[in-house]
């Protein structure tokens, strides 16, 4: 199966904004959780946001939550992270990625996801 291919990173100031770009073809047409995850300088991976591709639901973690938008466009087979009020501890490289799941909304980011892009950077300077 086609890995997610990350795109939309780039370099931005304290308060701007910025959307990333998740081509999920062969995810978005089925039941899969597709999360946006991030890794810091010198920080273990977090997940920041999720969403069922069969449901309404989305789950966010606090660090992004009220700042940070998942969706998903069925017909592109895209899924976008829609980055605002972007802070200095925001960057962090960000990947897409994806696992089949039958369990409905919300979708967890705790359990193991199968499929990961590559990764697209993302800077935030003050």
């Known amino acids: 199966q086609v890995r997610p291919v990350e795109s939309g990173g780039g370099s931005v100031q304290t308060g701007g904004s910025l959307r990333l770009s998740c081509a999920a073809s062969g995810y978005t047409d089925s039941r899969n959780c597709i999360g946006w995850f991030r890794q810091r300088p010198g920080k273990a991976r977090e997940g920041i946001a999720s969403?069922?591709?069969?449901?309404?639901?989305?789950y966010y973690a606090d660090s992004v939550k009220g700042r940070f938008t998942i969706s998903q466009d069925n017909a592109k087979n895209m899924v976008y992270l829609q980055m605002n009020s972007l802070k200095v501890e925001d960057t962090a490289m960000y990947y897409c990625a994806a696992t089949p799941w039958n369990v409905g909304s919300p979708c967890p980011l705790t359990v193991v996801y199968d499929h990961w892009g590559q990764g697209t950077q993302v800077t935030v300077s003050s």
């Open positions: 969403l069922y591709t069969r449901g309404e639901g989305t």
